[in-house]
């Protein structure tokens, strides 16, 4: 299986703040990465598809790039509402994998 | 737009099967282009695919569950179904069913709420 890390775990920012996550597959998965938005008690909600491809609907604060092994997600100016969990995700061979996670609160 | 609505018992005794249902609506599971899937979280851990289906039956398995898992579709009452066999403490998790859109890396675009499931005597 493809294993997927993240770092950091978690982060203390302010609104406002730029935030990058970064995020390593331990295989080359060329740019079949995902990034997602996870909510206490709420389902996942995707960002960012094919490392760099904002899902309709999503603020374009939200950025992700890399390709390979290495990836982002950046958030430009932390709002609010994105104080939350955002997980990676490979897709580039079955089984899925996802990174642990990163949580990201209020400094 | 479409979504979907996890279905199925919160508590299954060890041992037994785990059965769920995903009900899509405002959309149709026979849509060419998707895959329909499972997915779990344990309580306060990470995600965890189980595997996806496509509307015309061919299925793609976690090598993790694959002996215990199966993933159907139903056409006629647009549902896909989980069945999880010979259960224990480690299945109790939160399941979601979710659209994956293989066009698009794979990405998950819709999911239903989740459902608790809890493994117990």
């Known amino acids: 299986d493809i294993q997927m890390t993240q770092s950091p775990s978690s982060l203390s920012a302010s609104v406002g703040d730029r935030v990058t996550i970064t995020c390593r597959a331990s295989?080359?998965?060329?740019?079949?990465l995902n990034w997602y938005q996870q909510k206490p008690g709420k389902a996942p909600k995707l960002l960012i598809y094919?490392?760099?491809s904002l899902q309709s609907g999503v603020p374009s604060r939200f950025s992700g790039g890399g390709s390979g092994t290495d990836f982002t997600l950046t958030i430009s100016s932390l709002q609010p509402e994105d104080f939350a969990t955002y997980y990676c995700q490979q897709s580039y061979t079955a089984p899925f994998t996802f990174g642990p996670g990163t949580k990201v609160d209020i400094k | 737009q479409v979504q979907l609505q996890e279905s199925g018992p919160g508590l299954v005794k060890p041992s037994e099967t785990l059965s769920l249902t995903c009900t899509v609506s405002g959309g149709s599971v026979s849509s060419v282009g998707y895959y329909w899937s499972w997915f779990r979280q344990p309580p306060g851990k990470g995600l965890e695919w189980i595997g996806y289906?496509?509307?015309?039956?061919?299925?793609n398995y976690n090598p993790s569950l694959k002996s215990r898992v199966s993933i159907s579709v139903d056409t006629s009452k647009n549902q896909f179904s989980l069945k999880l066999s010979s259960v224990t403490a480690a299945d109790t998790a939160v399941y979601y069913c979710a659209r994956d859109f293989p066009h698009n890396a794979h990405g998950l675009d819709v999911w239903g709420q989740g459902t608790t499931v809890t493994v117990s005597s």
């Open positions: 094919a490392a760099s």
């Open positions: 295989q080359t998965i060329s740019n079949y």
């Open positions: 289906i496509y509307y015309s039956g061919s299925t």
